[in-house]
Structure formats: C-alpha cells, structure tokens
C-alpha cells in the first residue's frame, strides 16, 4: 500500500519546517490562496480557497503509514480534505494526497489584534525561493489574496514556532516582494 500526501502550499513548502520525506514540487487546480483569522489561531495564517479558474505551486510530501496524527496536530485550524484528483505531480501512480483548508465558515477578519507575522512569511517565502526560484516568489504573490492583511514585523523576537534564520539576501528579496504588494507593516500593541 502507498503512503498518502499531503500538498502544501505554506510553510510546509518550506522543508527545514518538517521531517516528511519524498518532498516533490506539485500543483493544485482550483484553489487559491488567502491569509485568513480563526478563533482558534491569535494570528492571521495561509489557507487554500476553492478558486475555480486558479492553480497554485505548492509541495507534495509522504505522510508515512497513514500517520495523520502529527500533521494534523500542526495544522489543527484547518480540515484536511482530499485533493488527489486536484493535484499535478511527477509521482508515479494515483497517490492519495489530501490538502489543509480552513472552513469558510470559521473564517474571521483578519485585522491588527490579528496580523500576519512576518517570521511565518519569511519561512513561506524561503520555502518558496528554495524550490521554485524567483519566479514562484512572483507567482505566490500573485495567488494569495488578502495582502492588505497587516504583518506585524516580529524579526528581534519570532513569534513563529518554526521560524528559521534568513540571510541578508534573501531578507532584501523578501522585503522587496512585501514592498510590492503594498502590505503594511505594524508594531505589536500588547
């Protein structure tokens, strides 16, 4: 029997987040991406939206043994959903792959109590440079709604709990391609 997948298209893009194997660059039909707000998270995060006419890049990786437990756990503010008939990849076969989306129905507005941190979009954004180079950076932006969303600017102290070291380099393209998007910085007000 063959392992499922999962498909991400956050910060499971970027592999230094995760232990799953067979990561595979991979695209999914018709969806989207959005930053959104739960209840259940203080801050705004990445989800898939069904877009009918969309495609995302994203990651495919093996969840061994059908082991959801941990990922699941992760990923606790979204429903895993079946995805396989959705999913372009170079795997051989029909794997399962399933994809994590927050029910719209759960979904808040995100606002300045609940910002983007700016040490989950790094790792997003570092994930995304590593495996599809620039221009899946410029095809992220462009498949991402919600840009108006503020990022609170946590660099001296990640808030992110899988928040990884960013150069210079890739600090100048990150803020860069933040700039471009007209997305407005904040300071935390506690």
């Known amino acids: 029997m063959t392992a499922p997948y999962f498909f991400g298209y956050g910060s499971l893009v970027n592999t230094a987040t995760h232990a799953y194997g067979g990561a595979a660059p991979a695209r999914l039909s018709g969806w989207r991406r959005a930053w959104v707000h739960t209840s259940l998270r203080e801050v705004a995060f ?27 756990e992760r990923e606790f503010a979204y429903e895993r959903l079946p995805a396989s008939d959705r999913v372009q990849h170079s795997l051989a076969g029909s794997p399962e792959i399933s994809v994590y989306a927050v029910a719209a129905d759960k979904q808040n507005g995100v606002s300045e109590r609940h910002p983007i941190l700016l040490s989950y979009l790094d790792v997003v954004l570092q994930g995304y440079l590593q495996v599809f180079g620039a221009e899946g950076l410029k095809g992220f932006v462009e498949t991402t709604d919600g840009w108006e969303s503020p990022i609170l600017d946590d660099h001296a102290a990640p808030r992110y709990p899988r928040h990884q070291a960013i150069t210079a380099a890739e600090r100048k393209i990150f803020d860069d391609l933040i700039d471009s998007t007209g997305a407005r910085r904040i300071v935390w007000k506690a």
């Open 46 to 72: 990445l989800s898939a939206v069904p877009c009918e006419n969309s495609e995302i890049d994203g990651l495919i990786a093996e969840v061994p043994g059908a082991d959801w437990a941990a990922l699941d």
